[in-house]
């Protein structure tokens, strides 16, 4: 009930200031121990990728880049936290104002561009929370790195932060990098995840644990990149999937304000595409893969149809922005309510086949 209103004091502010003064807010509540009473969203234990989450649905990369407010999100009650994305060194991201409200639609725009304060500054932040939860680190390449050399940004990161993950996205569908959705591509893809995939078994002998290595890819694919990615990601081994990243599609917001900025839109206008994808992807992989859905999750409904669609896991950012944390509880219920509809048709084909 109280979320509107602070909704509505938070967006008289320029959004990426609103977005530091709600994080900073949150964190102080937090550390004051004001969060400890914060009531905390239904239990729905899963098991995927190896790891026991407490509930399937996550917090998206993005909203926390340097791991700055790890124990704020915990206490909202997320059954994971994904933060970055991390580059080996720190810059300062594209030029401001490069984030854009489009209420009427319940969606942003943002042009970042990857702004963080370096996988070092990432790793000291990890070490010194408290959150004993699963924790995914999302990691990409420094804007002024080549494409060609891209490998390197993603091998420094990947070695830096192994130790203190429990996955790791490799993020190659951010459309605010230029150049870095190339790598989606069938040849450029296979190389790339051959010399990362290397790298992790290498680091799981040296660290004594093993740790998933996910690909996050993009809603704007056809069916035959789907396919083709599909192919690499089970020919190289990858450990799961995350469906989507934001879309440089504007169909859905065509004649709002600020619909014609550049960069990647999230919210409720990516919801078709992200799910679209994530179905076709699943269908490609024919269920061998974890995926991890995201992208226009606002409600139990969104939430469900991302788990029919072939979801195990889910992760929110926008509606989490516009819905506030009741977009945790509503997820997991939809979450939930797809589950057991997907575990009773699958109960009716078993009985239908031996009958």
């Not at 791991?67 to 997320?78: H, P, S, V």
């Not at 919801?271 to 061998?288: H, I, M, P, Q, Y």
């Not at 929110?316 to 922005?321: A, E, P, S």
């Amino acid at each position: 009930m109280w979320y509107p209103l602070a909704r509505a004091a938070l967006f008289q502010f320029e959004p990426e200031t609103a977005h530091h003064v709600a994080l900073g807010g949150l964190r102080w509540a937090e550390r004051m121990g004001f969060m400890q009473r914060w009531p905390q969203p239904p239990t729905q234990p899963v098991s995927v990728l190896g790891l026991d989450f407490p509930n399937p649905v996550g917090l998206s990369a993005g909203l926390d880049k340097n791991g700055d407010y790890i124990d704020a999100m915990a206490a909202l009650g997320f059954g994971f936290i994904e933060i970055g994305t991390t580059t080996p060194r720190p810059q300062p991201g594209n030029p401001q104002p490069r984030m854009f409200r489009l209420p009427a639609a319940g969606a942003i725009i943002n042009r970042l561009g990857f702004n963080n304060d370096g996988v070092d500054a990432l790793v000291r932040n990890v070490q010194r929370a408290k959150f004993a939860g699963i924790l995914g680190i999302n990691i990409g390449k420094n804007a002024d790195t080549p494409v060609e050399n891209a490998a390197d940004d993603y091998l420094i990161c990947l070695e830096k932060v192994y130790a203190h993950a429990s996955y790791i996205t490799v993020n190659i569908s951010s459309p605010n990098t230029q150049g870095l959705r190339s790598l989606q591509g069938e040849a450029a893809l296979q190389r790339l995840l051959e010399v990362l995939k290397s790298k992790q078994l290498e680091l799981a002998a040296t660290h004594g644990k093993y740790v998933p290595l996910l690909v996050k890819i993009a809603p704007d694919l056809a069916l035959v990149e789907v396919e083709s990615m599909a192919k690499v990601f089970l020919e190289q081994g990858i450990d799961g999937v995350i469906a989507t990243n934001t879309t440089i599609g504007r169909q859905a917001v065509a004649g709002l304000q600020y619909a014609d900025e550049a960069g990647g839109l999230s919210g409720r206008p990516v919801r078709e595409s992200a799910t679209r994808v994530l179905r076709e992807l699943n269908a490609a992989l024919d269920g061998k893969l974890p995926l991890i859905g995201v992208g226009g999750i606002a409600n139990a409904d969104s939430a469900a149809e991302k788990i029919q669609a072939g979801a195990s896991l889910l992760q929110v950012y926008t509606g989490f922005i516009y819905e506030g944390p009741d977009v945790i509880r509503q997820a997991i219920l939809g979450a939930s309510r797809a589950m057991q509809q997907k575990a009773a048709q699958q109960a009716e084909a078993v009985v239908s086949r031996e009958s």
